[in-house]
């Protein structure tokens, strides 16, 4: 591919996704766009620019999904999974003893492993909660392919084995064609929906806890401190951000706190955080 076609490309996938390719990503945007070009008819890189520079909706949206990196599994990095174990929803629990009420945000799930783990967490060691309170988890991708995965709730048996427990798996899955499918009473406390990042979000109203893992390291600053003011935006003042364990707030928003009691990249709105950024 040429500079030019290079800087389109990057320009394009920078603007739908907010992706920071930076220089010398030739490769991997051959590697991922090579073959799609060519599930569209098309002979290759300089044919699939021409065909952008149309403005051809659906192929924008192929070559956004497909410069995505879906790279998720069950309990992921375990320990901010044993933080909102012991530490966030005891907290959240003991706080919500009059509304009832928990909202649980997975803003980038991908295939729905990290959804689908806090509602097994949940069912595990939080029964009564799922029982008797409003449980909401939210699970949202940019990709309607992502998305659509999730809502099928279903997993190859290289998939489970990638960090769910045999006893997990056998309670909570059952067999089906070609692997395992999430069981109902799992299922049924998570929704799906499409979203982007940088995008408004306010349509989603307020969560207790932000899951926002292992996405904002392909942004740029600028965009990384976008989505968070927007995420502080949308927590309750008492509510939690779990970040992925290469990610931080630090020189990007100061509008959290690191929440000491944990590990992980766990953080808090601050008392007085003005969450400004327009939404
Ligand atoms: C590496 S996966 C992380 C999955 C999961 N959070 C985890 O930590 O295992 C990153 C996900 O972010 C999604 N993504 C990328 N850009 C996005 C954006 N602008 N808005 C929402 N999701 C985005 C991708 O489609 C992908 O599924």
């Known amino acids: 591919m040429n500079q030019e076609e290079y800087d389109f490309l990057s320009r394009l996938v920078m603007r739908t996704s907010g992706l920071h390719l930076g220089p010398n990503k030739q490769y ?3 590697s991922r766009l090579i073959p799609l070009a ?3 008819d098309l002979e290759g890189i300089p044919e699939l620019v021409a065909r952008l520079r149309r403005s051809d909706a659906l192929l924008e949206t192929a070559v ?15 320990t901010p999974f044993d933080e909102l174990r012991d530490t966030i929803l005891p907290t959240l629990i003991a706080d919500r003893g009059t ?3 928990l909202r649980i945000w997975c803003s980038a799930s991908s295939t729905g492993q990290e959804p689908f783990s806090i509602a097994i967490l949940l069912h595990e060691h939080f029964p009564e909660i799922v029982q008797n309170w409003r449980v909401e988890i939210l699970a949202t991708d940019i990709a309607e392919k992502m998305v659509s995965r999730c809502r099928s709730g279903e997993y190859s048996q290289l998939e489970v084995q990638r960090g769910l427990p045999i006893r997990l798996m056998v309670k909570h899955f059952e067999q089906c064609d070609g692997g395992w499918r999430v069981k109902d009473d799992l299922r049924k406390l998570v929704s799906f929906r499409r979203q982007n990042l940088l995008e408004s979000f306010r349509h989603l109203g307020r969560f207790d806890v932000v899951f926002c893992r292992n996405v904002l390291i392909y942004f740029d600053a600028e965009t990384k401190g976008r989505i968070l003011g927007q995420i502080c935006g949308c927590l309750h003042q008492d509510g939690f951000l779990v970040l992925g364990a290469a990610e931080t707030v630090i020189g990007l928003s100061e509008s ?3 929440f000491r009691d944990c590990k992980s990249a766990v953080y808090r709105p601050k008392a007085d955080s003005a969450c400004t950024v327009s939404r």
């Open 28 to 30: 991997l945007l051959e």
């Open 38 to 40: 060519q599930s569209f």
């Open 64 to 78: 956004t999904e497909a410069m995505t990196t879906n790279e998720t599994s069950f309990f992921r990095d375990i």
């Open 99 to 101: 509304s009832k009420s």
């Open 256 to 258: 959290f706190d690191r």
